[in-house]
């Protein structure tokens, strides 16, 4: 099956390894500057699930399935999947553009919290799904399966098919802000960074404590460095418009967004990479 991928940042690059290691052609498109960076992020993706023993065919063999484009010609995609940023409009518009490309491909958005029915007015909303994935992508276990009122039945059959093909296990729910799962990561998140902002303890410590208390895999802080500080502001902005001021980004976080310190993907977030 073709599937097209829009948006080769950090979830876009890892939903294209996830879809070639699974059989599929993949299209990946960006801007055209980026085009080296995105085959270059599959590409090292890739190689380390190699090292891992995670493929079962050599990492050249995928990349032969991988067109990385700048351009979205008509293609008979049975999958689309956008991950550009968190931004409605923007979203709106490059799954318009697909929707024409792509006449018979479900339209499925990896946003992590923007409201899947707006997301579908003015698209064939009987198409639009959110199907959210998890960073690391190739690792994380999960994917989110959002449903707005207008989506056919059918469609999410097929998307749950085909993440369950791909690995994952599947949870539906309904189309509310930040669905079940950010809802929850970023409040916690968000309250993370208010404790290091009133000093209750260093970020370390913070981390210690919910690795080593609690056992997640890594702090919230280091997890916000992995997600991108932009990333989790722009869900924290939407779901304090949505849900109310609990969620109301701390000025830390705007602060290190303003001076360009966004986490591991530019080396500086609350923990130096
Ligand atoms: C924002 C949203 O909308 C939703 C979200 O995604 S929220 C974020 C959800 N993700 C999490 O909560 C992640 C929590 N952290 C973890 O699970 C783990 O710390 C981790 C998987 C990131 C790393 O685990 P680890 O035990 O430290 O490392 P290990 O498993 O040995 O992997 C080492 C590296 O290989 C990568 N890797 C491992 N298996 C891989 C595979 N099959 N393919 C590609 N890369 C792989 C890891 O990502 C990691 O990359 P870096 O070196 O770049 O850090
Ligand atoms: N970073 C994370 O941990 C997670 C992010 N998400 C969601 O995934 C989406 C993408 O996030 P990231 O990958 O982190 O962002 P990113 O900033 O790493 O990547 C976005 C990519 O989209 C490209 N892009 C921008 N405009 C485009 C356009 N018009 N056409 C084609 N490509 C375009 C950019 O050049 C960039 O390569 C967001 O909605 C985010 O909320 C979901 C799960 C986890």
Redesign the pocket.
Known sequence: MITVV?????????IAHLLLAGGHEVVL???AD?LD??RGAVAKSLAKAAERGKLTAAPDELLARLAVV?RLDPTPAGLVV??????LD??R??LATAADACPDAVLA??????SIGALAEGLPGDRVLGM????P?PVQQLVELVRHDGVAPEVVAKARRWAEELGKTVIEVRDAPGFAT?RLGVAVGMEAIRMLEEGVASAEDIDTGMRLGYGWPMGPLRLTD???L??RL??AEHLAAELGPRFAPPDLLRAKVAEGHLGR?TGQGFFTW
């Open positions: 829009i948006g080769g940042g950090t979830m876009g690059a890892g498109l960006d801007a980026r960076a995105a700048d956008e991950a550009v940023p968190e931004d923007l979203k518009r490059v958005s990896n946003t992590s919290s923007l959210h994935f998890f960073n992508v950010s992995l997600v991108g932009d990333v722009a869900i993907k």
